[in-house]
């Protein structure tokens, strides 16, 4: 089963920043449209971010316009999400993911995307 990987995650004092990573080793992103979302416990998976199959359109969340920032390095196979000025509220495991058909337009509902990482634990306290 084709799965993504996350990683970059773990503690940041909240102002902080930190850069996640989502890649595949067994298939390419390129040309596939990828979303990040995260689950804080007790609440639902959120759709935080989402860049399309082209690069040339992204989506955010109200809560982290501004804040975060969503990118592809085809190159790499990765896509990135840049988060900086980190608030205890964004305390969550984040996951990427593929849209299904992998050529949709973005969404930030968990149920159009398929692919699922495991997750990387983001931890933001002083």
């Known amino acids: 089963q084709l799965q993504l990987v996350e990683s970059g995650g773990g503690l940041v004092q909240p102002g902080g920043s930190l850069r996640l990573s989502c890649t595949a080793s067994?298939?390419?992103?390129?040309?596939?449209?990828i979303g990040w979302f995260r689950q804080a416990p007790g609440k639902e998976r959120e759709g935080v971010s989402c860049i399309s199959y082209s690069g040339r359109s992204t989506m955010y969340a109200d809560s982290v316009k501004g804040r975060f920032t969503i990118s592809r390095d085809n190159a790499k196979n990765t896509v990135y999400l840049q988060m900086n000025s980190l608030k205890p509220e964004d305390t969550a495991v984040y996951y990427c993911?593929?849209?299904?058909?992998?050529?949709?337009?973005?969404?930030?509902?968990?149920?159009?995307?398929?692919?699922w990482g495991q997750g990387t634990q983001v931890t933001v306290s002083s």
């Open positions: 067994r298939f390419t992103l390129d040309h596939k449209t």
């Open positions: 993911a593929v849209s299904i058909p992998s050529w949709a337009s973005c969404s930030r509902t968990s149920a159009d995307f398929g692919s």
